[in-house]
């Protein structure tokens, strides 16, 4: 089969691989409909993690089963799957509390910009459909694996409730996906923050109601003034860099809440100002597997279209030009077909 | 009147002071039926916290109404009150939001280790029982004026419910009084962080069934251990320190909750590890007048008693006495008779 490998930096080359092999009696594999790049794949692509060894990519994925393990009776060959980039036997203590991001046999995926994947913890971590969907749905549960769970989880986090006020702090794939998650959750007040056109009319679109295109301090005073000067119910952090938390942190109101699903770099948070703000605060990488059942059932009844973030189609051959295109900013987030 | 003034680290003095006066329509006077001394107190006696120039102490209160101004209609002269260290309007934005210790017109209570006592924001903040109650209810409503409240506080922050297991981090009298808490919210497994014997066995009493007397590291595999390996669904985090906080946070399993109390004291929170933790923080300044009728209600049926943190009782004038017992360790709490 062929994947896309990093080798260095700005470096993406689509492969000859081997095929994967069902390794444990746990794995299944599957033959990859759709998958994408991630804005998470752009760190190693821009340097900002290191790439010691080259090494396959990818993290998001649909597709068919192929082939599973003794122990998968869950799935079968020939069905149509989603699953999360955490794998989760979803029979431990922390999958029984509903944080199978945290399973204590957790894997994350790496290897799913590719024809083939491996996918460890199959029972516990794929999903299957009824039948096999229509191709234009795809898009949409491709996004449910990742960005739509990841957004999902953000306004979960937040504690996003009817008739509240919610804040977007971010407007990529996973933030525009939190749009979509605060709607379906009754917020009737969306604040997206984006300076983007395209990205702003697509927020709206998904249920935004106000745009901030300010950012830091004269953002924060934006949403007070949106806010009747006390800040916002929920805020959904999705970006991951201590400006964003600061911005999210200050919009919230006392007694909000930030749920914050950008993997946090270079931030820390200062214990007394968190106190005397009473913003509760929590993160993580999202539980998808918890939410894959009601993601999978809101996409299939056509209530939600996540699949719209993908505004660039490539075959998979071309998944360098994808990260290139994420990359200059000039794709929100690029769709790959085997 | 007289009051007890801080004049400088270790030095505290019961002096002659001017009666309290009605400055502005929406406060009351009140007689002091019992105040005490708070373990915060001890910031400034210790010389944690600067004092510039001499000043009165005390934030926690039960009394007689003696006067009432123009616009507080909620309690009248003669009537027996509680209120909060925090004075709040109870009808502003965040107060309607159930944090009343962030209200708009917050002001904290300073003087109460006094016979009489300014309460600003009366209407908002004073509840009145139906009758005088029984002196020997004073210490449990005194309680309920701050520490009781905190500890409430501390358990609704971790989002303690029933059947689950709650860690409580700090024997002092609001970590006492949040082993209460825990209890009432229906927490099956109570575990006490205290080395101290005679904590240990007010603890028991309040409902602790184990006991960790390990600290840091230690303590937190002790947790681990007595929790099937995962941690803690709720911590309640009520020292202040950067050493509690990361053993709190430590001993919350994903996806718990770490609700914090204690004013933090040069602490940092470390973003990528909280995120990874899945763990939910929330803390500050407990909005005690949320809580106010329901826990008079539980301490005049004698369902709680959290009067048992105070194992001193001195008259008045011998608040400096208070001070240096508290500040030996001698006793957990001391309760001021006028």
Known sequence: ??????????????????????????????????????????????????????????????????????EVTAVQPGQFVVGSFA???????????????????????STCQADYVRIPNAQGTLVATDEVPGEELWPGLLAVSDVMGTGWWAADAAEVGPGSTAVVVG?????????????????????????????????????????VTERGDEGVERIKELTGGIG???????????????????????????????????????GQELFFSHVGLRGGPAPVRRY????????????????KVFDLTLPLERVADGYKAMDERTAIKALLKP
Not at 87 to 109: K, P
């Open 232 to 270: 916002a119910d929920s805020v959904l952090e999705c970006v991951g860099t201590a400006q964003a938390m600061a911005q999210a942190l200050h919009s919230a109101r006392p007694g909000g809440n930030v749920g914050f699903v950008g993997v946090p770099h270079e931030v820390a948070i200062e």
């Open 87 to 109: 794998t989760s036997d979803n029979t431990c203590a922390n999958c029984r509390n509903g944080f199978q991001s945290n399973c204590l046999r957790r894997e994350f995926m």
């Open 171 to 211: 407007d990529g794939a996973v933030g525009l996906c939190a749009v979509i998650a605060a709607k379906e959750m009754g917020a009737e007040r969306i604040i997206a923050m984006s300076r983007h056109e395209s990205r702003q009319k697509l927020a709206r679109e998904f249920g935004a109601t106000d745009i």
């Open 1 to 70: 089969m062929r994947g896309a490998v990093i080798h260095a930096p700005g470096d993406i080359r689509f492969e000859s691989l081997d095929d994967p092999k069902i390794l444990h009696p746990t794995d299944a594999i599957i033959r990859t409909a759709v998958t994408c790049v991630c804005g998470s794949d752009l760190w190693p692509y821009r340097g900002a993690e290191p790439t010691e060894d080259a090494h396959p990519m990818g993290h998001e994925y649909v597709g068919f089963v192929e082939e599973v393990g003794s």
């Open 292 to 307: 894959l059942p009601d993601l999978i059932a809101r996409v299939l009844d056509g209530r939600i279209d996540p699949g």
